[in-house]
């Protein structure tokens, strides 16, 4: 699914409802909670806090579904193009970055 077709899938679930989007603070409060729940099942898999005895494991994938969730929701709000955003975006890392890094031979 191409980001153009992931921003038309939750614009049209997000107009079914008379609510719409949440506000930007809202959806900036969102955001953090889910990226807080991503850290937290990060901690428990590969830092020293494990989990309680009767706790489910976390789905790390579906935690970082939740975060592209909000941040589409977002940028469909604000009218963002994120596949044009991330294609501007990845041109800044290719340049700024392009011999930062060992490459592999």
Known sequence: MSFAEAQARVDAWISQY??????PLTNMTRLSEEVGELAREVNHRF???????????????MEMADIMFVLICMA??????????FDRMMVKVEGRDANRWTRRR
Do not use: C, P, V, W
Not at 79 to 85: N, R
């Open 47 to 61: 830092g020293q806090k494990t989990k309680k005895k009767n706790e489910a494991d976390g789905d790390m994938a």
């Open 76 to 85: 469909n709000r604000e009218g963002i193009d994120l596949q044009e955003s």
């Open 18 to 23: 008379e609510e719409g989007y949440f506000d």
